[in-house]
T-cell receptor, first 111, second 116 residues
Framework: QKEVEQNSGPLSVPEGAIASLNCTYSDRGSQSFFWYRQYSGKSPELIMSIYSNGDKEDGRFTAQLNKASQYVSLLIRDSQPSDSATYLC???????????FGAGTRLAVHP | SAVISQKPSRDICQRGTSLTIQCQVDSQVTMMFWYRQQPGQSLTLIATANQGSEATYESGFVIDKFPISRPNLTFSTLTVSNMSPEDSSIYLCSSDRADRSYNEQFFGPGTRLTVL
Protein backbone atom coordinates (compact mmCIF):
# COMPACT_ATOMS: atom_id res chain seq x y z
CA GLN A 1 0.00 0.00 0.00
CA LYS A 2 1.52 3.27 -1.14
CA GLU A 3 0.98 5.88 1.54
CA VAL A 4 1.41 9.58 2.04
CA GLU A 5 1.12 10.76 5.63
CA GLN A 6 0.35 14.23 6.92
CA ASN A 7 -0.60 15.60 10.30
CA SER A 8 -4.25 16.60 9.97
CA GLY A 9 -3.85 19.61 12.25
CA PRO A 10 -5.19 22.15 12.67
CA LEU A 11 -1.88 23.95 12.68
CA SER A 12 -2.43 27.36 14.17
CA VAL A 13 0.15 30.11 13.64
CA PRO A 14 0.06 33.86 14.24
CA GLU A 15 0.11 36.24 11.34
CA GLY A 16 3.67 36.94 10.20
CA ALA A 17 5.09 33.67 11.53
CA ILE A 18 6.53 30.75 9.58
CA ALA A 19 4.16 27.84 9.03
CA SER A 20 5.84 24.45 8.63
CA LEU A 21 3.89 21.62 7.01
CA ASN A 22 5.28 18.11 6.84
CA CYS A 23 4.68 15.01 4.77
CA THR A 24 6.19 11.53 4.67
CA TYR A 25 5.78 8.91 1.98
CA SER A 26 6.31 5.19 1.91
CA ASP A 27 7.44 4.42 -1.65
CA ARG A 28 11.16 4.95 -2.23
CA GLY A 29 10.50 4.92 -5.97
CA SER A 30 8.56 8.17 -5.78
CA GLN A 31 9.98 10.73 -8.14
CA SER A 32 8.02 13.94 -7.91
CA PHE A 33 6.28 15.73 -5.08
CA PHE A 34 3.63 18.42 -4.97
CA TRP A 35 1.92 20.74 -2.55
CA TYR A 36 -1.65 21.80 -3.24
CA ARG A 37 -3.67 24.40 -1.38
CA GLN A 38 -7.40 23.83 -1.02
CA TYR A 39 -9.73 26.46 0.33
CA SER A 40 -13.02 25.28 1.77
CA GLY A 41 -15.47 24.51 -1.01
CA LYS A 42 -12.86 24.92 -3.73
CA SER A 43 -10.73 22.55 -5.76
CA PRO A 44 -7.00 21.98 -5.09
CA GLU A 45 -4.57 24.55 -6.47
CA LEU A 46 -0.98 23.57 -7.24
CA ILE A 47 1.44 25.83 -5.36
CA MET A 48 4.76 23.96 -5.40
CA SER A 49 6.41 21.04 -7.13
CA ILE A 50 9.81 19.56 -6.30
CA TYR A 51 11.84 16.75 -7.83
CA SER A 52 15.36 16.95 -6.40
CA ASN A 53 16.73 16.82 -2.90
CA GLY A 54 17.09 20.20 -1.28
CA ASP A 55 15.09 23.38 -1.20
CA LYS A 56 12.98 25.10 -3.81
CA GLU A 57 11.74 28.62 -3.17
CA ASP A 58 8.89 30.50 -4.79
CA GLY A 59 7.94 33.76 -3.14
CA ARG A 60 6.89 33.09 0.44
CA PHE A 61 6.83 29.33 -0.15
CA THR A 62 9.75 26.94 0.22
CA ALA A 63 9.48 23.23 -0.49
CA GLN A 64 12.08 20.91 1.00
CA LEU A 65 12.75 17.35 -0.12
CA ASN A 66 14.82 14.65 1.55
CA LYS A 67 14.51 11.41 -0.39
CA ALA A 68 16.74 9.47 2.00
CA SER A 69 14.33 10.23 4.84
CA GLN A 70 11.28 10.06 2.53
CA TYR A 71 10.23 13.44 3.76
CA VAL A 72 8.91 16.56 2.07
CA SER A 73 7.91 19.81 3.74
CA LEU A 74 6.43 23.17 2.90
CA LEU A 75 7.41 26.37 4.68
CA ILE A 76 5.25 29.46 4.41
CA ARG A 77 7.02 32.63 5.49
CA ASP A 78 5.20 35.72 6.72
CA SER A 79 1.96 33.75 7.04
CA GLN A 80 -1.20 35.68 6.24
CA PRO A 81 -4.81 34.98 7.21
CA SER A 82 -5.41 34.35 3.49
CA ASP A 83 -3.07 31.34 3.77
CA SER A 84 -5.64 29.62 5.98
CA ALA A 85 -6.58 26.51 4.02
CA THR A 86 -5.95 22.79 3.82
CA TYR A 87 -2.57 21.88 2.33
CA LEU A 88 -2.39 18.59 0.48
CA CYS A 89 0.85 16.75 -0.13
CA UNK A 90 0.86 14.60 -3.28
CA UNK A 91 3.42 12.11 -4.49
CA UNK A 92 3.93 10.68 -7.95
CA UNK A 93 5.03 7.07 -7.96
CA UNK A 94 8.00 6.30 -10.12
CA UNK A 95 6.92 4.97 -13.51
CA UNK A 96 3.27 5.72 -12.92
CA UNK A 97 1.56 8.87 -14.09
CA UNK A 98 -0.73 9.26 -11.09
CA UNK A 99 -0.71 11.07 -7.77
CA UNK A 100 -1.26 9.72 -4.29
CA PHE A 101 -2.58 12.37 -1.91
CA GLY A 102 -2.13 12.73 1.80
CA ALA A 103 -5.10 13.51 4.00
CA GLY A 104 -4.10 17.17 4.19
CA THR A 105 -3.10 19.56 6.98
CA ARG A 106 -5.48 22.33 7.93
CA LEU A 107 -3.63 25.60 8.52
CA ALA A 108 -5.18 28.46 10.46
CA VAL A 109 -3.38 31.81 10.48
CA HIS A 110 -4.78 34.11 13.13
CA PRO A 111 -4.32 37.90 13.21
CA SER B 1 -1.98 26.55 -15.86
CA ALA B 2 -4.65 24.76 -17.87
CA VAL B 3 -8.17 26.09 -17.67
CA ILE B 4 -10.46 23.21 -16.85
CA SER B 5 -14.21 23.45 -16.63
CA GLN B 6 -16.70 20.94 -15.33
CA LYS B 7 -20.43 20.57 -15.74
CA PRO B 8 -22.59 20.43 -13.73
CA SER B 9 -21.07 22.28 -10.79
CA ARG B 10 -23.51 20.55 -8.46
CA ASP B 11 -26.49 18.27 -8.60
CA ILE B 12 -28.94 16.50 -6.33
CA CYS B 13 -29.97 13.10 -7.62
CA GLN B 14 -32.27 10.29 -6.62
CA ARG B 15 -31.02 6.87 -5.62
CA GLY B 16 -30.75 4.47 -8.56
CA THR B 17 -30.25 7.12 -11.22
CA SER B 18 -27.07 8.02 -13.12
CA LEU B 19 -25.26 11.30 -13.63
CA THR B 20 -22.72 12.18 -16.30
CA ILE B 21 -20.10 14.78 -15.45
CA GLN B 22 -18.31 16.60 -18.25
CA CYS B 23 -14.75 17.90 -18.13
CA GLN B 24 -13.37 20.30 -20.75
CA VAL B 25 -9.75 21.47 -20.98
CA ASP B 26 -8.73 24.58 -22.92
CA SER B 27 -5.82 22.85 -24.63
CA GLN B 28 -4.92 19.39 -25.81
CA VAL B 29 -3.65 17.18 -23.02
CA THR B 30 -2.36 13.65 -22.88
CA MET B 31 -3.71 12.50 -19.57
CA MET B 32 -6.96 13.28 -17.82
CA PHE B 33 -7.77 12.02 -14.36
CA TRP B 34 -10.92 11.61 -12.31
CA TYR B 35 -10.86 11.89 -8.53
CA ARG B 36 -13.39 11.63 -5.75
CA GLN B 37 -13.25 13.68 -2.57
CA GLN B 38 -15.66 12.49 0.07
CA PRO B 39 -16.74 14.92 2.79
CA GLY B 40 -13.84 15.89 5.02
CA GLN B 41 -11.42 13.60 3.23
CA SER B 42 -8.60 13.82 0.74
CA LEU B 43 -8.60 12.99 -2.94
CA THR B 44 -8.84 9.43 -4.21
CA LEU B 45 -8.03 8.64 -7.82
CA ILE B 46 -10.86 6.85 -9.61
CA ALA B 47 -9.29 6.36 -13.03
CA THR B 48 -6.92 7.70 -15.64
CA ALA B 49 -8.32 8.46 -19.09
CA ASN B 50 -6.16 8.47 -22.20
CA GLN B 51 -7.55 9.43 -25.56
CA GLY B 52 -8.20 6.45 -27.78
CA SER B 53 -7.91 3.77 -25.12
CA GLU B 54 -9.88 2.33 -22.27
CA ALA B 55 -9.62 4.13 -18.96
CA THR B 56 -7.40 2.61 -16.27
CA TYR B 57 -9.27 2.15 -13.00
CA GLU B 58 -7.82 2.14 -9.51
CA SER B 59 -8.47 -0.57 -6.98
CA GLY B 60 -12.01 -0.34 -5.67
CA PHE B 61 -13.43 1.37 -8.75
CA VAL B 62 -15.01 -0.49 -11.67
CA ILE B 63 -16.07 0.48 -15.15
CA ASP B 64 -19.69 -0.62 -14.67
CA LYS B 65 -20.08 1.86 -11.82
CA PHE B 66 -17.93 4.67 -13.23
CA PRO B 67 -17.84 4.48 -17.03
CA ILE B 68 -15.51 7.04 -18.56
CA SER B 69 -15.25 8.40 -22.08
CA ARG B 70 -12.33 10.26 -23.64
CA PRO B 71 -13.36 11.04 -27.20
CA ASN B 72 -10.63 13.61 -27.89
CA LEU B 73 -7.66 15.40 -26.36
CA THR B 74 -9.67 18.12 -24.62
CA PHE B 75 -12.75 16.37 -23.25
CA SER B 76 -13.76 13.55 -20.93
CA THR B 77 -16.87 12.39 -19.14
CA LEU B 78 -17.40 10.39 -15.95
CA THR B 79 -20.73 8.71 -15.29
CA VAL B 80 -21.74 7.74 -11.79
CA SER B 81 -24.16 4.87 -12.33
CA ASN B 82 -26.96 3.45 -10.18
CA MET B 83 -26.23 5.98 -7.49
CA SER B 84 -26.60 5.48 -3.76
CA PRO B 85 -26.16 7.98 -0.92
CA GLU B 86 -22.60 6.67 -0.49
CA ASP B 87 -21.75 8.23 -3.85
CA SER B 88 -22.39 11.70 -2.42
CA SER B 89 -19.05 13.38 -2.94
CA ILE B 90 -17.14 15.96 -4.92
CA TYR B 91 -15.90 14.65 -8.24
CA LEU B 92 -12.88 16.36 -9.71
CA CYS B 93 -11.17 16.06 -13.04
CA SER B 94 -7.56 17.03 -13.64
CA SER B 95 -5.08 17.02 -16.44
CA ASP B 96 -1.39 17.30 -17.01
CA ARG B 97 0.06 19.87 -19.41
CA ALA B 98 2.55 19.30 -22.20
CA ASP B 99 4.30 22.59 -21.42
CA ARG B 100 4.62 22.00 -17.69
CA SER B 101 6.90 19.88 -15.59
CA TYR B 102 6.47 16.18 -15.54
CA ASN B 103 3.30 15.02 -13.83
CA GLU B 104 2.03 18.37 -12.60
CA GLN B 105 -1.74 18.15 -12.48
CA PHE B 106 -4.28 20.95 -12.54
CA PHE B 107 -7.82 20.55 -11.30
CA GLY B 108 -11.20 21.61 -12.49
CA PRO B 109 -13.64 23.31 -10.09
CA GLY B 110 -15.33 20.03 -9.18
CA THR B 111 -18.88 18.67 -9.24
CA ARG B 112 -20.64 18.42 -5.91
CA LEU B 113 -23.02 15.46 -6.00
CA THR B 114 -25.67 14.73 -3.41
CA VAL B 115 -27.62 11.49 -3.67
CA LEU B 116 -30.88 11.24 -1.77
Amino acid sequence: QKEVEQNSGPLSVPEGAIASLNCTYSDRGSQSFFWYRQYSGKSPELIMSIYSNGDKEDGRFTAQLNKASQYVSLLIRDSQPSDSATYLCAVNLGGYNKLIFGAGTRLAVHP
Amino acid sequence: SAVISQKPSRDICQRGTSLTIQCQVDSQVTMMFWYRQQPGQSLTLIATANQGSEATYESGFVIDKFPISRPNLTFSTLTVSNMSPEDSSIYLCSSDRADRSYNEQFFGPGTRLTVL
